[in-house]
């Protein structure tokens, strides 16, 4: 059974950092491309983070909001993807959830989300 895993999420004060992980299984994870979403309270689920593939040359996009804090990486031998999240602010609070996506959509795995929240 496909599935994919986050963890990683707490609480953390403004300024602070974080490292989500999602672990893929059950399927080709390599080939899929990889992306990072975020649902904060009554809001909208949006993209924050992607990665392609290595076919496409593990090519990175971000959210405009968390340029030059965030960094998606991924770890083809190990299954996994990260979201390395640093300077947070209050408004990074969100549940964060994973998706892997093979050919924009044919194929697609969520997961059920870790939750960050920022705050002193």
């Known amino acids: 059974q496909a599935q994919v895993v986050e963890s990683g999420g707490g609480l953390v004060q403004p300024g602070g950092s974080l490292r989500l992980s999602c672990v893929g299984s059950g399927f080709t994870f390599s080939i899929y491309d990889m992306d990072w979403y975020r649902q904060g309270p009554g809001k909208q689920r949006e993209l924050v983070a992607s990665?392609?593939?290595?076919?496409?040359?593990?090519?990175?996009n971000y959210k405009d909001s968390v340029k030059g804090r965030f960094t998606i990486s991924r770890d083809d031998a190990k299954n996994t993807v990260y979201l390395q999240m640093n300077s947070l602010k209050s408004e990074d609070t969100a549940v964060y959830y994973c998706k892997a996506d093979l050919q924009a959509g044919r194929l697609v795995y969520w997961g059920r989300g870790t939750q960050v929240t920022v705050s002193s």
């Open positions: 990665i392609s593939s290595d076919i496409d040359g593990y090519t990175t």
